[in-house]
């Protein structure tokens, strides 16, 4: 199943910069692991936000709530999901 998702990041100011950045580095880790075993297809930044829209494609809501729900910055986002199905127009293979 594919999802839409928008994540919004807000890490309070008053964070130390050190565990910030700890927390930063392990969601970069935890992400471009899930991007490579094929569960998180897309990501991208949304320009001049502390932001991004990415594409999952998993088994069902339930695999998406788990990986959503371990973010190591799931705590400081605001997280919108869109379900997705193939367009009936649609000329892409790789679009189901
Ligand atoms: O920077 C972000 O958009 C938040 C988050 C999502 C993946 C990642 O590495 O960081």
Redesign the pocket.
Known sequence: MLFHVR?D?NIPRDLPQAEAGEI?AR??A???ELQRSGKWRH?W?IAGE???Y?IFDVKDNEELHAILTG?P?FKF?TIKVTPLLRHPSSIRDDDT
Do not use: D
């Open positions: 994540m990041v930063i969601e970069k935890y992400s471009q990501i930044r502390y932001a991004n990415s973010l910055l986002m």
